[in-house]
C-alpha cells in the first residue's frame, strides 16, 4: 500500500503562535490528501479534504483562517494552526487515496 | 446522514475469539474498513470489505457484512495480547473518497 508519513510527529508550541505540519505522499502522487483529527479517547473527525493546485475543502464547522491548507504539489500537503490554542491540541493525521486510504503516522500538537 | 456506531469497549481472554460489532446508517456506502490504532500511534489498515460481499476472511481476521441491517462486525480468532488496540470502524459514502468513523471499540486482551 501507499506511504504516508507526517512531519513533525510531535510538537510542543505557545499559545498564539503558529504551527505548520507536513503530509507527504512517499510512493504516489496524490491529488487530494485528507486532514483529520482526533481528540484524546475520540474518534477521527475529518477537517479538510486537500486539492492539489486549488483550494482545500473543508468540513462544516472547521474554520478555513485557522487551519490553513497548502496542496503545492502531488506529495506534499501542509496544514498550518494560526495562531494555536490549548483547545487545538490534538491528534492531526493526514491520509490518501489509493484503492483505499492510507493514514500518516499523525502529528501530537500540544498548545500551551 | 453519515453515523457509524460501535461499542466503546471489550474485553476478552487470551486465546479466545474477539467480536467487534459496528452499525452504520449510510446505505450507499461502497466500502467498510476496519482500522486498529495501538497507544500513540497512527492508524494501520486491517481490513475492509466491498458492499456487495458478505464476508471477507484473511488469516485470523473474519469480516462480516449484513447489508440489510447495515450491520459490520469484525472477529479476531486466536485474540493474542499484541491484539490490544482500538479498534475504528469506517464507511465510505458512495461517491465520496472521504471515510467517516466510530467512536472506536477498545479491546483488552487479558491472560
Known amino acids: 500500500g501507499a506511504v504516508v508519513s507526517q512531519h513533525p510527529s510531535r510538537v510542543i508550541c505557545k499559545s498564539g503562535t503558529s504551527v505548520k505540519i507536513e503530509c507527504r505522499s512517499l510512493?504516489?502522487?496524490?491529488?487530494?490528501m485528507f486532514w483529520y483529527r482526533q481528540f484524546p479517547k475520540q474518534s477521527l473527525m475529518l477537517m479538510a479534504t486537500?486539492?492539489?493546485?486549488?483550494?482545500?475543502?473543508?468540513e462544516q464547522g472547521v474554520e478555513k483562517d485557522k487551519f490553513l491548507i497548502n496542496h503545492a504539489s502531488l506529495t506534499l500537503s501542509t496544514l498550518t494552526v494560526t495562531s494555536a490554542h490549548p483547545e487545538d491540541s490534538s491528534f492531526y493525521i493526514c491520509?490518501?487515496?489509493?484503492?483505499?486510504?492510507?493514514f500518516g503516522p499523525g502529528t501530537r500538537l500540544l498548545v500551551l | 446522514g453519515e453515523d457509524v456506531e460501535q461499542s466503546l469497549f471489550l474485553s476478552v481472554r487470551e486465546g479466545d475469539s474477539s467480536v467487534i460489532n459496528c452499525t452504520y446508517t449510510d446505505s450507499s456506502s461502497t466500502y467498510l474498513y476496519w482500522y486498529k490504532q495501538e497507544p500513540g500511534a497512527g492508524l494501520q489498515l486491517l481490513t475492509y470489505i466491498f458492499s456487495n460481499m458478505d464476508m471477507k476472511q484473511d488469516q485470523r481476521l473474519t469480516v462480516l457484512l449484513n447489508k440489510k441491517d447495515k450491520h459490520l462486525s469484525l472477529r479476531i480468532a486466536d485474540t493474542q495480547t499484541g491484539d490490544s488496540a482500538i479498534y475504528f470502524c469506517?464507511?465510505?459514502?458512495?461517491?465520496?473518497?472521504?471515510?467517516?468513523f466510530g467512536a472506536g471499540t477498545r479491546l483488552a486482551v487479558h491472560p
Open positions: 486537500s486539492n492539489e493546485g486549488s483550494k482545500a475543502t473543508y
Open positions: 510512493d504516489f502522487q496524490a491529488t487530494t
Open positions: 469506517a464507511e465510505r459514502p458512495g461517491g465520496y473518497n472521504k471515510l467517516i
Open positions: 491520509s490518501i487515496f489509493q484503492e483505499t486510504q492510507y
